[in-house]
């Protein structure tokens, strides 16, 4: 299927100004929109290429740049993490909410009318971002990859607090070998859930590592990332069809 992507210009309620990459099905209208998270090395070659599977998927998917306060257009090197860390500890929650609420509004104002129901994916930071987006802007699913900072560590207080106002199921990753997110971690998100009585599906896949997903990462393993791309299209397609029951935003 053929996908047409550009990048559009939102205005951010603070006052700012970020780019987005936008990726869609050539020659039809879409009938379901996606917000892409991006990792902490930009909205690169591999978050424009996810961007546009999804908009093979049907979606109208948008990859907002997160780091437009400190670095617009800003890509990283996957061997050069110091290069991120400043982006990155410049982040808030409430500037990175902003700009959430700006990518859902530009997907509404975009979108194909009916039941057109918008979700968020997203991977490594990203993933904490869709968890984010989920607790911001009514959507009907949230996917996280690898979201570091969900559960609190050395240098994120984390979202748990937050876990009873999700009003959205959500679909969780993790690599069984992942350094970087331990099982003590991925529990307290799990737990967290569970006592907050959300939908959630919770997947640690044993012999993967922190990145898996992404195919230009020394950590990417196909077999894992082939078996979590199934199951994402197929949790998406649960939530955001317009065959799907419920209401955009309910924790069916």
Not at 36 to 55: L, S
Not at 89 to 99: K, N, V
Not at 198 to 207: A, F, G, L
């Amino acid at each position: 299927m053929e996908v047409t992507a550009e990048y559009v210009t939102l205005a951010i309620g603070d006052g700012t100004s970020m780019r987005g990459y936008v990726a869609r099905s050539a020659g039809r209208s879409p009938s379901r929109g996606l917000i892409v998270c991006q990792e902490a090395f930009g909205v690169n070659a591999h978050i424009r290429d996810v961007t546009e599977r999804f908009a093979r998927q049907g979606f109208l998917a948008i990859a907002p740049e997160l780091f437009h306060r400190t670095g617009p257009g800003f890509e990283g090197r996957y061997d050069d993490i110091s290069s991120v860390m400043g982006h990155m500890r410049a982040l808030s929650d409430d500037g990175m909410a902003a700009d959430l609420r700006a990518a859902h509004a530009w997907l509404t104002a975009h979108s194909s009318g009916g039941d057109f129901r918008i979700a968020a994916a997203g991977f490594c930071m990203g993933g904490r971002a869709a968890i984010l987006t989920a607790l911001t802007v009514p959507v009907a699913c949230a996917v996280s990859f690898y979201g570091g900072g969900i559960a609190p560590n050395a240098n994120n207080p984390g979202l748990l607090d937050r876990i009873g106002e999700l009003r959205a199921p959500v679909l969780l990753f993790w690599g069984g070998r992942d350094k970087h997110i331990g099982p003590e971690q991925i529990q307290a998100v799990t737990e967290a859930l569970r006592d907050a009585e959300k939908n959630y599906i919770n997947v640690e896949i044993s012999d993967a590592d922190h990145g898996f997903f992404c195919d230009v990462r020394a950590s990417y393993n196909p077999v894992a990332a082939s078996q979590a791309w199934a199951l994402v299209v197929a949790f998406l397609d649960a939530y955001t069809s317009r065959h799907a029951p419920g209401e955009r935003g309910d924790n069916q």
